[in-house]
């Protein structure tokens, strides 16, 4: 069955290919049947993979599929190589079923569209894409993946193409973290300068007998990766893509820019993570990274007016906590909450999809209201998602994932009690606004009526999605809840296990309800501050609120420091300077030719003239030399 | 004899339509089509079969190889050699050819006999070039490249075509008179040297002494190909011709014309002078980057859509420096992949452009936007080039510029650095394009029809060999890989001699001599 293998990213290529060239003369249900049915099949041959690879597990829990070698030239030959092993299988279940899910949705989503055909194969293309990015045995063709799914993402935000700020909001997402992109190439130069080679496996087994920990090498390296990783998965300082990236249609915020491509960094890190344990200096920055990024990007949701705009930013801060457990070396607590995060992120931003659909495109939450009584559908599983996202203790799947990467903040070796403290603010917060945005949306007066039905392919993914929301915790449990770490187990094969330097369950359980209580309190205070009262409306102009609703100002910022400069000298030598040069010497030799030419008169006497004055200076020169 | 029809099919197949054009306007399409056809499947045919088996002096190994005396008494001789690097570049020639004769299609109706003369004669002299083993011969065919291009943009070009036209012969003959200096003085310093006086440039170059006027001739032959690459600051030239050329003229000039600046560096300057390239080495690296950088920086101020791919030649050139000048072998094979993969996708992108102002009758992007609502097979062509442009990994252009990247690395990480840098600023111009002329509003009188059947073959048969060569690069790399090797173990040879004190072969006296002999021969 593992042979397979290479049809999960084959087949969705094979849908893009088919819908790209003949999309055109497809009806919309063969379009919707081609587009959903080659991700649907590929999430079956995962599972069916997946499933063959827990029950007969492969030599070192690694399956590694050679299909031809790329390039060959001396010993730079990085191969098209799938690797299968407990990280890159729990990717790829993300991604095709969460991706299954969402083309499912978007057959009914999507359906007044034009471009009908262009998004599915847009939307295939990048579920292909991830599934290399994840797949790929070499950093060459994982590069490749990379920057694939940055195209569809360029190219899905910027799908509606006729509003020239959906191509703004593309090209920001694809520059900005083409910039990441670039640093991570560099540090690909550095790693096979090193190693000559870029299969990954060779360099982690090879990097700690080669590379002193802590050296200027494994330093430079690893930060190189992180600034891919940072690009990609909108962390600080790179983050200003994604909020923006809103622009696209909801199914793509869905699966784009929440479920899957935003969590490239992570898998990156982990992926590499040799190379980050052996470079401390370097982890500690993921770590520090994450934890600003996390609070940063939770204030900012806290005062966000557009639905899908609390959830970007929502999203960012999310990955902050992520990027805070790969810093700590909690590897699998981030895969982990990588995995709940795309369950009800991606469940949000469909339900909020539902909710702009059935308002005319409406995107503010503050002419939104009500909508529990019209909505209830659409209200109860947005609320689900909503309560795993502030998790919610005991029943919500982002309870489990964040209480992991909280303790691990807390209790591994080389954290620090600030990044502890971090992400409780940071749920404190994230409780805060995920209640406000529920309270906006779905309470308080009707604002604007909604219209339309749901249609049944819409409904059957956010149950799936929101079941998942619930139950999809219970994989791993906290470890005061007994010997129930059976996603860490897994992955355990993989990645190493994070070293607690605590080992007191009695402080974990105290933690735990410490968490349970602030979000608890986070819920009553959005309550007080929203629902009861309108603090937005106080506050909208007012300072901080101003600076938190427009992200901490670092747009503002890159466009005086970055944008202007470049715009700036590129408007000002339009003609190119050097160009002058060359005119500049036709110009010299034409002054001469219309001076000299002007000599030529015709007229017998200037020639006399000319021949006498002439001869005079010879004669004086002449005589007084 | 293969390597003489090649050149002979497409020279004849010119005169034929000069001749047939007289009667008909469609016959030298046919004829030219036909003609390119045949050397097109020729060339693949000796990809296929040909196997670099014949020793021909300077311990290369060749595919085909053709001489004959032309004019003894000067040792001059009609002597063409192939190996995998010149093969390719011929069959790339070939294609190129038959997109610029489908692309004038029906833009060219004016005078089609004399336009396809010279189309098939600028590509008779760049396969010249290419193939040319004897110094003499050599500087024959890159005439034989300038004149008829010359035409072509002054006669068939758009509204500036003669000033383009002059600069653009200027430009280029200045270089051509630098380079026939240089040849001279090979010719010369070589003959004294060993009584063999010959153009021959496969004995010069196994002979050829280490002599101190190296680097003064190494001068002659590197600026003109800088010139021709183009490399900043003599790439004034470029935007204007490019510009102002025909369809067919942008596409040759762009794929094709700039390349034998490439392939005279792999050829003539890193073999015959690797010690003055050594010492060159940082300055073409400098070079490389301002290229690279100020191209792209142009590219991105221009409203001009043919104008703008122009510079983005330029910028996409400083790559080809980068490789070469980092002496190894991942870096050579990256430049020559960018030799290849640049010559089909901005190729690609001038065919579009050219279709475009057919169509719109203007270049200005801001009259355009919006289009792909209503060309979208036109849209999506394009996407692919102005990917591959931006180098996406995927398309050709990543793996040249990724195997330059890497390999320069390995030498001057800090140049590779700021050149990588070039990445991101591709991102910005390549999405500019396709902002500026698919996305974004439609201007209300804007109409105009989307790509034909012939446009989509020309358009799709490209996309389909860039991804190709994203994919399976190999089959080029192998091609090229024996040539590179020998210039690998030539450097190698030469830096080994150098440790050990001694430059290679001859006396010390005889190298004054020569240096003395450089003057007066050249005055």
């Known amino acids: 069955m593992m042979d397979w293998l290479w049809t999960i990213p084959a087949l969705p290529f094979a849908g ?20 959903s049915l080659s991700t649907g099949l590929s999430a079956l041959i995962t599972i069916i993979v997946g499933i063959s690879f827990l029950t007969n597990p492969p030599g070192g829990h690694v399956f590694k599929q050679i299909l031809w070698s790329w390039i060959e030239v001396g010993s730079f030959s990085p191969e098209i ?19 299954f899910l969402i083309h499912l949705y978007s057959t009914g989503f999507m359906v007044e569209e034009e471009g009908y055909a262009r998004f599915f194969s847009y939307m295939n293309l990048f579920v292909g894409s991830m599934l290399l990015l994840v797949m790929a045995g070499n950093l060459v063709f994982l590069y490749l993946g990379w920057e694939a799914v940055g195209l569809c993402s360029y190219l899905l935000i910027g799908f509606w193409y006729k509003n020239p700020d959906n191509g703004y909001a593309a090209r920001k997402a694809f520059i900005v973290t083409r910039i990441g992109d670039t640093l991570m190439a560099i540090g690909l130069f550095l790693l096979f300068d090193q190693f000559g080679t870029l299969q990954i496996q060779e360099i982690l087994t090879r990097f700690p007998a ?91 949701a806290l005062t966000q007016r557009d639905i899908k705009r609390v959830l970007a930013y929502s999203t960012i801060s999310q990955i902050g906590y992520m990027f805070l ?27 909020a999809g539902v909710v702009i659909m059935h308002l005319h495109h409406e995107h503010n939450m503050f002419k939104m209201g009500g909508l529990r009584k019209s909505m209830p559908f659409t209200f109860w599983v947005f609320l689900i998602g909503s309560a795993s996202l ?54 308080g007066e009707i604002k604007t009526e909604p219209h339309g039905k749901t249609a049944l392919s819409i409904k059957i993914p956010l149950i799936v999605l929101a079941v998942l929301s619930l139950i999809g915790g219970f994989i791993n449990f906290p470890g005061n809840f007994g010997d129930m770490q059976w996603l860490s187990g897994f992955l355990a094969n993989n990645l190493p296990e994070a070293h607690a330097a605590v080992h007191d369950k009695g402080i974990e359980t105290l933690f735990q309800v410490i968490s349970a209580v602030l979000v608890l309190l986070g819920i009553y205070l959005a309550y007080l501050l929203y629902l009861k009262r309108n603090v937005d409306e ?45 005119t500049g010497i036709a110009r010299f030799h034409m002054f001469w030719h219309v001076l000299f030419s002007k000599l030529q008169t015709g007229k017998i006497r200037w020639y006399a003239m000319g021949i006498a004055t002439g001869a005079i200076v010879a004669i004086i020169v002449l005589v007084f030399s | 004899m293969v390597l003489v029809w090649l050149i002979v099919i497409l020279m004849g197949a010119g005169l034929l339509a000069w001749m047939a054009g007289r009667y008909n306007a469609m016959w030298p399409r046919f004829i030219a089509l036909v003609a390119l056809l045949v050397g097109f499947f020729m060339s693949i045919g000796l990809w296929i079969t040909g196997t670099p088996t014949i020793e021909a002096g300077n311990g290369g190994e060749w595919i085909q190889h053709f001489q004959s005396d032309w004019i003894p008494r000067f040792g001059i001789q009609f002597h063409l050699a192939m190996d995998g690097l010149s093969l390719m570049l011929v069959i790339l020639t070939m294609f190129l050819g038959l997109i610029a004769v489908l692309a004038s299609w029906k833009e060219i109706t004016h005078r089609t006999g004399f336009f396809h003369f010279n189309l098939l004669w600028v590509l008779a002299g760049i396969t010249g070039v290419f193939l040319a083993m004897d110094l003499f011969l050599f500087y024959f065919f890159w005439e034989v490249m300038l004149i008829p291009m010359y035409f072509l943009i002054g006669i068939w070009g758009h509204e500036k075509r003669i000033d383009a036209s002059y600069k653009f012969f200027i430009f280029t003959q200045a270089g051509g008179l630098l380079m026939f200096i240089s040849i001279l003085a090979l010719y010369f310093i070589h003959g004294d040297a060993t009584g063999n006086y010959t153009y021959n440039y496969l004995v010069i170059a196994e002979n050829f002494p280490g002599t101190r006027a190296a680097p003064w001739i190494m001068a002659g032959f590197l600026i003109a190909f800088l010139i021709k690459l183009p490399a900043v600051p003599v790439h004034s030239w470029l935007p204007a011709a490019h510009t102002q050329a025909p369809t ?88 020559f992949m960018q030799v290849i993969a640049h010559g089909i996708s901005t190729g690609a992108l001038f065919m579009i452009a050219g279709a475009i102002q057919d169509r719109l009758h203007t270049r200005d992007l801001n009259k355009m936007g919006g289009l792909w609502s209503i060309a979208p097979r036109m849209g999506g062509v394009t996407l692919v080039f102005v990917l591959a442009s931006l180098g996406l990994p995927g398309m050709g252009n990543f793996v040249a510029e990724f195997m330059t990247l890497v390999g320069a690395f390995q030498v001057y990480p800090v140049y590779t650095i700021i050149a990588a840098m070039g990445l991101i600023v591709y991102a ?45 690069p190999n089959n080029v790399l192998r091609t090229s890989q024996p040539t590179i090797d020998k210039m690998q173990e030539n450097i190698r040879e030469y830096r080994q001699t150098k440790e050990l004190g001694g430059i290679k072969a001859f006396k010390p006296d005889h190298e004054s001599e020569a240096g003395i002999q450089l003057t007066k021969k050249s005055e």
């Open chain 1, 81 to 99: 190589t799938l690797y299968l092993d407990s990280l890159s299988l729990v990717f790829m279940f993300v991604i095709t079923f969460v991706g």
């Open chain 1, 16 to 35: 893009f290919l088919i819908l790209a060239l003949f999309g055109k003369q497809l009806s919309r249900k063969v379009v919707a049947w081609t587009g």
């Open chain 2, 428 to 472: 910005i111009y390549a999405l500019y394009i396709m902002q500026k002329v698919f996305f974004g509003r439609k201007p209300e009188a804007v109409k105009m029809k989307d790509f034909s059947v012939r446009e989509m073959i020309m358009g799709l048969s490209m996309a389909a060999i860039i991804i190709w060569l994203g994919f399976f």
């Open chain 2, 248 to 335: 067919a003229g942008s596409v040759i000039l762009a794929g094709l014309l700039l390349k034998t600046g490439a392939y005279g560096l792999f050829r003539f300057i890193i073999p015959l002078f690797p010690e003055a390239s050594e010492a060159f080495a940082p300055a073409a690296m400098i070079l490389g980057i301002i290229g690279i950088m100020y191209g792209a920086k142009l590219a991105y101020a221009q409203t001009d859509l043919k104008r703008l791919v122009a510079y983005t030649s330029i910028s996409h050139m400083g790559f080809i420096l980068i490789g070469i000048y980092s002496f190894n072998s991942l870096a050579f094979q990256g430049a």
């Open chain 1, 390 to 443: 502030a998790a919610l203790p005991l029943i919500t799947a982002g309870f489990y994932s964040k209480d992991i990467i909280l303790w691990y903040a807390w209790a591994a070796e080389g954290s620090h009690e600030l990044f502890w403290l971090a992400g409780i603010l940071g749920s404190l917060l994230t409780a805060v606004y995920t209640s406000r945005m529920v309270f906006i949306t779905f309470f």
């Open chain 1, 210 to 300: 080669e590379v002193a920990e802590g050296s200027p090498f494994a330093v430079a390296t690893a930060i190189m990766l992180l600034g891919g990783a940072v690009g990609k998965s909108a962390q600080l300082p790179l983050q200003v893509w994604l909020p923006d990236a809103m622009a696209g249609p909801s199914p793509v915020s869905a699966l784009i820019h929440a479920a899957t491509m935003v969590t490239a960094g992570v898998y990156l890190i982990a992926r590499t993570f040799v190379i980050f344990q052996m470079a401390p200096v370097a982890q500690t920055i993921v770590a520090i990274v994450g934890a600003v990024t996390l609070l940063l990007a939770g204030f900012s």
């Open chain 1, 538 to 582: 106080q506050f909208s102009k007012k300072g901080i609120y101003h600076y938190w609703f427009s992200g901490w100002g670092f747009d503002y910022v890159y466009e005086v420091l970055v944008i202007k400069p470049v715009v700036w000298l590129s408007k000002i030598d339009e003609h190119d300077f050097i160009e002058y040069f060359y």
């Open chain 1, 325 to 351: 457990a790969l810093g700590v070396g909690a590897w699998s607590a981030a895969v982990f909450h990588f995995m709940t995060h795309a369950f009800f992120k991606a469940l949000l931003f469909l339900g």
